[in-house]
């Protein structure tokens, strides 16, 4: 009787289970996915700011200077331009003492010439290392912590 009952359950459980795997079988008949590719549209948002429209050839003049006796930093720029025709000049003091200025032309397509020229003598100081740090280690906590157990 035992053994009739449970080949009674195996058929029920293979039953159910290709029941299971039955409904989940994929159909070979399905039609293809259509698709229809739309035409993209692009437009270009219009500026929203209201710059004049040029008028006439480039005119400008600008300068600049910074004199920092804290840092040492010393440095200007100046130009002027009307049209094509750009002249500037500009001075930088270098890391070993000299003043070097450039002045510049550009005229139309004949291109960036500068003159350079260096004010002073180079200075190089004898190198004087600076003392090392000697690492010290932290020192110990005053406390004595004491585990406590809850």
Do not use: W
């Not at 200025?101 to 004898?126: F, H, I, K, L, M």
């Amino acid at each position: 009787m035992i053994t009739l009952f449970f080949f009674i359950q195996i058929f029920v459980l293979f039953a159910v289970v290709a029941l299971a795997f039955g409904s989940t079988v994929p159909s070979y008949n399905t039609p293809a996915p259509s698709y229809s590719a739309s035409t993209p549209r692009y437009s270009a948002p219009a500026p929203s700011y209201n710059a004049p429209a040029p008028s006439g050839p480039v005119q400008y003049n600008f300068n600049y200077a910074v004199k920092d006796d804290y840092s040492g930093n010393d440095y200007n720029h100046q130009e002027n331009r009307n049209g094509y025709d750009t002249q500037g000049a500009y001075y930088v003091l270098l890391p070993d003492g000299r003043l070097q200025r450039v002045s510049y032309t550009v005229n139309g397509d004949s291109g960036y010439v500068a003159e350079v020229t260096c004010e002073g003598e180079a200075q190089y100081p004898a190198y004087q290392p600076t003392p090392s740090r000697s690492y010290q280690p932290a020192p110990t906590p005053s406390y004595q912590p004491t585990p406590s157990y809850a």
